[in-house]
């Protein structure tokens, strides 16, 4: 964690060496304007850095849309530092299709924050703006590969920010031997400790791996044996966890022994001596990004704009890894962890595993009513 | 309007009726309130689910289809879910009226002078959040929880009863549970309208503790039975902040659904076909209910 906060320091301090020097310079500027003004009567042209409000004196209001938590200041440090006078409130959505209503009917937020998989409606439905990267300072840290994720049909509608792992989370002492497989969540022999995400989407996911189906063209009698395969495990579920903060008590009271999970309830449980594995599934891990977009309806474009560069900022970006156990799309904070239960969570050392792990594909509005809808239908089944 | 009464206007002539303008202030903020709070969303959620999807501008007319409610008609689990719902909301409402009636009674005829104190003991929980008296129940019920350990320190059971929590039956403990304390007030205001003579009557007539309970007290109280009854109804058929707590997989009900196609789904148009079959469901039970016990005939007698 030191180096992260000792790097930002030295940036941040030579940051506000540029400022105060940019401030001198227009301040000299300001002052020597007038001596030659009322000579000729005509008022001089502001230059360039004159139009350029300093950041410390940049004032201004701007809400994010985001979950709950997100708020934490360890999640927005950089701007803070940077932007002191800019009012930050915050709007929160309990999930994706919560987030995507509220920007939907209207929310006025600048910035909203969801996850891969849900990106493609609001580019179909306008509610999105297109990032002029070109302003954004920190852009250059973030791979590629990540950048690929928040562009549709070419464009760049989002900045990603934050990601992790699905996997299989299970308790070494209660599970005879390494699981392997996704189908373990299906495995009648953990019957009463299993415990699913509740959410339809990840069911098909996880069948489709399973049975090596195409999660992008999964057909009507799929979604069928997806459904039936899903009523027969229901049974099977301690109970479903909505939030990884439910997840977490069912496996550190042993009443879960196997659960689908992310990797911040692994190194979660790891911290707190649980004896717990996160499964390297032979079908592949599952991998999900988090992105922010600017509305489409934002009046405060730029400011918006400069939140999302701070954002991606070095410290800002490390205290995702470092106090939350995400990974970030800083790939320089990516690169710099020493710590061994992170390096264990991201399976830093595991060259291969990037390659071999799904990320998740971008949903259309049929396939989200449709496999929501399937979800139900287990749910009401019991 | 004081001139007028002066100059012998007769009473039918004069401009309003002060009784009447007071009337209308009076209903006036509720009743705008009402309209721009409950029916309108009201409305607009009918309005919704006539929707194809929410594709598009939300206040913009669009073409009515009835592919939801078709939908809905079709899906056998979710009219199972309704059926259940209603039925768990039956049972609740029951358990939690029946429960309510003899804290109620005590409070009316023999708490005394304490009367006061041990009713505002009863509207303590109110003061805690809702969700923590859920929480409370999965303490009690949980595999390591107050019931499991005093049933294993006991030697009555060696391993912890899983059964507890997360089935139907922690649903609808937990809510009898939340439910007592509303149930009893509207118990309590009937009762504290018995005249007391009543039961003194009775009694000079011969008629047994029991018998004046029968046919003297329980009846007088029927209108707060019946409210309180409703009262545990209502809300119950559509609830569902319990089941997500303590329901687990197989405690999910009506409620749940229609939460999961508007939080989780993004399908407002389905979800809002969902809820207004709920509310017109609820509405017509009710109103076969009042129909068959008609409180206006207990009042009058």
Not at chain 1, 90 to 101: C, H, Q, R, T, V
Request: with cysteine; charged share 15%.
């Amino acid at each position: 964690m030191q180096p992260w906060r000792s790097r930002s320091a030295v940036r941040g301090s030579l940051g506000l060496v540029v400022v105060s020097l940019m401030a001198v310079a227009c301040g000299g500027g300001a002052s020597t304007a007038p001596s030659s003004a009322p000579t000729n009567g005509i008022t001089p042209e502001p230059t360039a850095e004159a139009t350029e409000v300093p950041p410390d004196q940049l004032t201004g209001e701007l809400t994010v849309l985001d979950w709950s938590g997100y708020d934490a200041e360890d999640f927005w440090t950089d701007f803070k530092g940077t932007y002191p006078n800019v009012e930050l409130g915050f709007e929160f959505g309990i999930s994706d299709a919560d987030i995507y209503g509220k920007m939907k009917g209207g929310s006025a937020a600048d910035v909203f924050h969801p996850y891969t998989g849900w990106l493609q409606f609001y580019v179909d439905e306008g509610l999105v703006a297109e990032i002029d990267t070109s302003k954004l300072t920190n852009w250059d840290k973030v791979p590629d590969s990540f950048k690929a994720i928040g562009q549709i049909d070419g464009v760049q509608y989002f900045i990603p920010w934050d990601w992790g792992f699905s996997s299989i989370l299970y308790r070494t002492d209660k599970v005879t031997g390494e699981v392997d497989s996704w189908d373990a969540l299906l495995d009648p022999a953990y019957d009463g400790h299993v415990s699913m995400w509740d959410d339809g989407p990840a069911a098909v996911t996880v069948s489709s791996y399973i049975h090596g189906y195409d999660e992008t063209a999964i057909t009507d009698d799929q979604l069928a044996d997806i459904k039936a395969e899903w009523t027969a495990q229901a049974p099977l579920n301690v109970a479903y966890w909505a939030a990884e903060s439910d997840l977490v008590p069912l496996m550190q009271s042993g009443d879960a022994w196997v659960a689908y999970a992310w990797q911040g309830a692994y190194a979660t449980l790891l911290g707190e001596g649980v004896p717990v594995a996160y499964a390297n599934p032979t079908e592949g891990r599952n991998s999900w990004v988090g992105v922010y977009g600017i509305s489409a309806s934002s009046p405060n474009y730029d400011l918006a704009l400069k939140f999302l560069d701070q954002k991606l900022a070095d410290a800002t970006s490390a205290n995702l890894p470092n106090l939350y156990y995400y990974g970030s799309a800083n790939g320089d904070v990516m690169a710099g962890i020493t710590d061994e239960t992170l390096k264990e969570a991201f399976s830093i050392d595991d060259p291969d595993i990037l390659e071999t792990t799904n990320f998740t594909p971008n949903l259309t509005a049929e396939q989200r009513d449709a496999w929501t809808a399937m979800w139900a239908e287990v749910k009401a089944s019991q | 309007m004081i001139l007028a009464r002066r100059a012998g206007a007769p009473q039918g002539a004069r401009p309003a009726d002060p009784r009447r303008r007071t009337f209308w202030i009076l209903a006036l903020p509720p009743a705008l309130g009402l309209a721009l709070f409950l029916v309108a969303p009201l409305l607009f959620m009918a309005a919704l689910s006539f929707r194809t999807d929410l594709s598009g501008t939300l206040l913009a007319p669009f073409a009515p289809t009835l592919k939801h409610y078709a939908q809905l008609a079709s899906t056998a689990p979710f009219l199972r879910s309704l059926g259940l719902s209603a039925l768990t909301a039956l049972g609740v409402a029951a358990a939690a009226t029946a429960l309510a009636y003899p804290l109620a009674y005590y409070l009316a005829f023999r708490a005394g002078r304490r009367a006061a104190f041990y009713l505002v003991l009863l509207l303590v929980p109110f003061w805690t959040s809702y969700l923590l008296r859920v929480m409370a129940w999965k303490l009690m019920l949980g595999g390591e929880g107050v019931i499991n350990s005093l049933l294993m320190s006991a030697g009555i059971v060696d391993e912890p009863i899983a059964a507890l929590l997360y089935n139907r039956g922690a649903v609808i403990v937990t809510l009898v549970y939340v439910w007592i304390p509303f149930a009893a007030l509207p118990i309590l205001a009937a009762l504290g309208r018995v005249d007391v003579r009543l039961h003194d009557a009775a009694a000079d007539l011969y008629a047994t503790p029991f018998q004046q309970f029968r046919r003297v007290t329980l009846p007088l109280s029927l209108p707060g039975v019946i409210a309180a009854f409703l009262m545990v109804f209502i809300p119950t058929v559509g609830e569902y902040v319990t089941p997500l707590l303590v329901g687990g997989t197989s405690g999910t009900m009506y409620g749940n659904i229609i939460q999961d196609f508007f939080t989780r789904a993004a399908n407002w148009p389905y979800g809002s076909a969902l809820a207004m079959v709920m509310l017109v469901g609820t509405v017509a039970l009710v109103a076969v209910g009042l129909r068959l016990v008609n409180p206006r005939r207990l009042l009058e007698r």
